[in-house]
C-alpha cells in the first residue's frame, strides 16, 4: 500500500513540524517511495532508494530491529518525496552487527542513541534495546 505525501505532510504538520522533532515509520516513509532523492542525497555513488529500503526491511524480517524510524528533515519539494538524512534502528544487535547490515548504504556515521533527542512521535517502543541512529550529511 503506498502512502499518500499529502496526508503524511498535514500528519506531520499537525505534530509540529518543523519545530517537533518528528519520525515516519519504515513503512510510511518507504512503502511506494520511488524518489532517489528523498533519503543521502549528497553521498557519492548513492544505492537505489530501493536498496536503502530492502536492508531495513532484511533487518525487520530477520528480528535483528525492532523499528526503523525515519527522521523527517524537509518535506517543502512539491515535487519529491518527503527527505531525510538520518534513520533510527531499534533493536538487540550491537553497532557492529549494524554496520555490517548497512555498509553498502555509505552511512557518514552511527551514533549510539537518539542524535537530534527522541522525536515526540515515537510512542511506545521497547526502551530496554539499543537506539541507533544512522546518518548521512
Known sequence: MAFNKIELIQKLQVLGFPQNELILTFEEF??????????????????????FRGTFEKMLKEGVADNV???????????EWIFTDT?????????QQLKEYIKQLHADDIYEGWMYGE???????????????????
Open 87 to 95: 534513520v533510527y534502528v531499534i533493536g538487540d544487535l550491537t553497532i
Open 30 to 51: 518507504f512503502e511506494g517511495n520511488t524518489y532517489e532523492t528523498s533519503i543521502a542525497v549528497n553521498v557519492p555513488y548513492k544505492p537505489p532508494v530501493v536498496e
Open 119 to 137: 522525536p515526540v512521535n515515537a510512542g511506545e517502543y521497547d526502551r530496554s534495546k539499543n537506539v541507533y541512529t544512522i546518518f548521512w550529511d
Open 69 to 79: 524510524w525515519i527522521r523527517i528533515v524537509d518535506i517543502e519539494d512539491p515535487e
